[in-house]
């Protein structure tokens, strides 16, 4: 069951809005960026929007009315993961729609050029405070989509990003559902990082940082007060957000538990996680990346042993009892040793607590960032490279399984995104066939996304400008070297 969601009935005249989430409900519903498209939309006079979500009617009928999306006139998707984009392509296919495809999220704003086949146009940015949703509203065809700010249609040899300069606004209301955060209200405290993590795209597409005031999500909180009992904060690093200890302290007094999405292990201080324990906080979450200070570094991730360490017991002492540490593998220059420190370190922590889960994902090498040029699995030789990271993560689940609740990404799969990330227009033979398979791939000749790219390479998403100068990317990425 929802609490507060909207409604507003259909009726002649007017314009039909799916917004598509093509993945599960819980996550959809924990995105605040979703929240406010949907509110902006039922705002306007000229038309009413509806959400999908793929576990609901097969992400073909509306959350609402349970119409078909066939009946629409434009559909919204948001793609925030590569892997989302074959279940996309399938509700597409499978509806029937006929209508105005367009796309947006992070995907759209990293490299659409994969699903320029299946959509009309791609919103490369953030929507508030533009006029991008009105124009697509009030659009007639793609054609009158053409050289606006903001979109892509295939056909604009370049393209700004756009971005509320401040982020002095929020939901008037929000809908609660069952989220990946529980059932709580989402606090979005900010966009934007100024950490300088080589392999993360967050920094480089939702650059510059904006902070929201405090006192505009206090009131928010108290406007939901009595409907749940948790807030969730919401950033790309919490605990960089300058009122953190005021926003909590006062939600706290509001009667709420406070939990963070993400939170980096050296902003934390015995007050802070005092807080959140008292805010009802029982698992805590931190992401090393490496095992290493050496590969910490070549990751630019900032982040000491000591840190982690610090985190981790002051986590312990105020009675957070479970810890969930996040590690990479395939990073440039990786070595066994690098390995057998993940490992010490994991077991460090362990001494901390009774419950330590361990999440290892292999590197993607994102564009736009100064990685996006590394091969995928680190190493030069692709099969060499694939052979190598199997080989080093049947080490990691031997070593760890027997203390850790560990879970390993498939390899394979992640280099699937890898070329769903950083390929060209001919992926999409690969996302019609609706199959995530490497030897598919393989046949269709993608694997050469893979491989290591030469910086002087003019590269599919090139056109998209972020705002950051591709000379500053190419010194941070022979930095790594
Ligand atoms: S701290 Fe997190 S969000 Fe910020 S740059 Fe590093 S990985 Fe990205």
Same mark, same amino acid.
């Given at each position: 069951m929802e609490f507060n969601p909207y409604v507003k009935k259909w009726r002649k005249g007017l314009k039909r809005i799916a917004l598509v989430y093509p993945n599960r409900y819980i996550g959809g519903i924990a995105n605040?960026?979703?929240?406010?498209?949907?509110?902006?939309?039922?705002?306007?006079?000229?038309?009413?929007c509806e959400r999908f979500y793929s576990d609901v009617f097969? @992400?073909?009928?509306?959350? $609402?009315? @349970?119409?078909?999306?066939? $009946?629409f006139d434009v559909a919204l998707f948001s793609l925030q993961y590569e892997e989302d984009y074959f279940k996309a392509v399938e509700i597409l296919e499978r509806s029937g729609f006929k209508g105005m495809k367009i796309a947006g999220g992070p995907c759209a704003m990293i490299n659409p050029r994969p699903l320029k086949d299946f959509f009309d146009a791609f919103i490369i940015g953030e929507v508030e405070k533009s006029n991008v949703l009105d124009l697509i509203v009030e659009s007639r065809s793609k054609e009158e989509l053409k050289d606006l700010k903001g979109i892509w249609t295939g056909h604009e040899e370049r393209v700004k990003r756009i971005k509320p300069k401040k982020l002095d606004f929020y939901l008037g209301k929000q809908i609660i559902g069952e989220s990946a955060f529980g059932k709580c209200i989402l606090l979005e405290v900010g966009r934007g990082c100024f950490r300088r993590c080589r392999f993360c795209v967050v920094r480089q597409i939702y650059s510059p940082v904006r902070w929201r005031d405090p006192d505009i999500l206090l009131d928010f909180a108290e406007s939901h007060k009595g409907l749940v009992d948790k807030c969730s904060l919401i950033a790309p690093s919490v605990g960089d957000y300058p009122d953190i200890k005021k926003l909590t302290s006062n939600l706290i007094e509001m009667g709420y538990m406070v939990s963070p999405s993400s939170i980096r292990a050296d902003t934390v201080d015995e007050e802070l996680m005092e807080m959140f324990a008292v805010g009802g906080l029982k698992s805590f979450t931190i992401a090393p990346e490496a095992g290493s200070q050496r590969l910490r570094d070549i990751l630019g991730k900032d982040l000491s042993e000591e840190d982690i360490m610090n985190a981790a017991s002051i986590a312990s002492e105020k009675g957070i009892k479970s810890i969930k540490l996040y590690f990479m593998i395939g990073l440039p220059k990786e070595t066994k040793e690098d390995l057998k420190e993940l490992i010490e370190l994991a077991k460090k922590i362990k001494r901390l607590f009774r419950d330590v889960s361990i999440s290892i994902n292999p590197l993607v090498p994102k564009p736009h960032t100064p990685f996006q040029w590394l091969p995928y699995t680190g190493f030069r030789d692709f099969l060499a490279g694939m052979k190598e990271l199997k080989r080093r993560i049947d080490f990691l689940k031997k070593e760890l399984s027997r203390e850790f609740d560990v879970s390993v990404s498939s390899p394979d799969k992640f280099a699937i995104q890898t070329i769903l990330s950083r390929g060209?227009?001919?992926?999409c033979n690969l996302i019609r066939t609706r199959k995530q398979s490497l030897r598919?791939?393989?046949?269709?000749?993608?694997?050469?996304?893979?491989?290591?790219?030469?910086?002087?390479d003019k590269l599919p998403w090139d056109f998209i400008d972020h705002g950051y100068s591709k000379s500053r990317l190419i010194r941070e990425y022979e930095k790594t070297f």
């Amino acid at each position: 069951m929802e609490f507060n969601p909207y409604v507003k009935k259909w009726r002649k005249g007017l314009k039909r809005i799916a917004l598509v989430y093509p993945n599960r409900y819980i996550g959809g519903i924990a995105n605040v960026g979703l929240q406010f498209i949907y509110a902006y939309l039922n705002s306007l006079e000229n038309c009413i929007c509806e959400r999908f979500y793929s576990d609901v009617f097969e @992400g073909l009928r509306s959350m $609402e009315s @349970g119409t078909h999306l066939r $009946e629409f006139d434009v559909a919204l998707f948001s793609l925030q993961y590569e892997e989302d984009y074959f279940k996309a392509v399938e509700i597409l296919e499978r509806s029937g729609f006929k209508g105005m495809k367009i796309a947006g999220g992070p995907c759209a704003m990293i490299n659409p050029r994969p699903l320029k086949d299946f959509f009309d146009a791609f919103i490369i940015g953030e929507v508030e405070k533009s006029n991008v949703l009105d124009l697509i509203v009030e659009s007639r065809s793609k054609e009158e989509l053409k050289d606006l700010k903001g979109i892509w249609t295939g056909h604009e040899e370049r393209v700004k990003r756009i971005k509320p300069k401040k982020l002095d606004f929020y939901l008037g209301k929000q809908i609660i559902g069952e989220s990946a955060f529980g059932k709580c209200i989402l606090l979005e405290v900010g966009r934007g990082c100024f950490r300088r993590c080589r392999f993360c795209v967050v920094r480089q597409i939702y650059s510059p940082v904006r902070w929201r005031d405090p006192d505009i999500l206090l009131d928010f909180a108290e406007s939901h007060k009595g409907l749940v009992d948790k807030c969730s904060l919401i950033a790309p690093s919490v605990g960089d957000y300058p009122d953190i200890k005021k926003l909590t302290s006062n939600l706290i007094e509001m009667g709420y538990m406070v939990s963070p999405s993400s939170i980096r292990a050296d902003t934390v201080d015995e007050e802070l996680m005092e807080m959140f324990a008292v805010g009802g906080l029982k698992s805590f979450t931190i992401a090393p990346e490496a095992g290493s200070q050496r590969l910490r570094d070549i990751l630019g991730k900032d982040l000491s042993e000591e840190d982690i360490m610090n985190a981790a017991s002051i986590a312990s002492e105020k009675g957070i009892k479970s810890i969930k540490l996040y590690f990479m593998i395939g990073l440039p220059k990786e070595t066994k040793e690098d390995l057998k420190e993940l490992i010490e370190l994991a077991k460090k922590i362990k001494r901390l607590f009774r419950d330590v889960s361990i999440s290892i994902n292999p590197l993607v090498p994102k564009p736009h960032t100064p990685f996006q040029w590394l091969p995928y699995t680190g190493f030069r030789d692709f099969l060499a490279g694939m052979k190598e990271l199997k080989r080093r993560i049947d080490f990691l689940k031997k070593e760890l399984s027997r203390e850790f609740d560990v879970s390993v990404s498939s390899p394979d799969k992640f280099a699937i995104q890898t070329i769903l990330s950083r390929g060209g227009e001919e992926v999409c033979n690969l996302i019609r066939t609706r199959k995530q398979s490497l030897r598919i791939a393989k046949d269709l000749g993608l694997l050469k996304y893979l491989g290591e790219i030469p910086v002087e390479d003019k590269l599919p998403w090139d056109f998209i400008d972020h705002g950051y100068s591709k000379s500053r990317l190419i010194r941070e990425y022979e930095k790594t070297f």
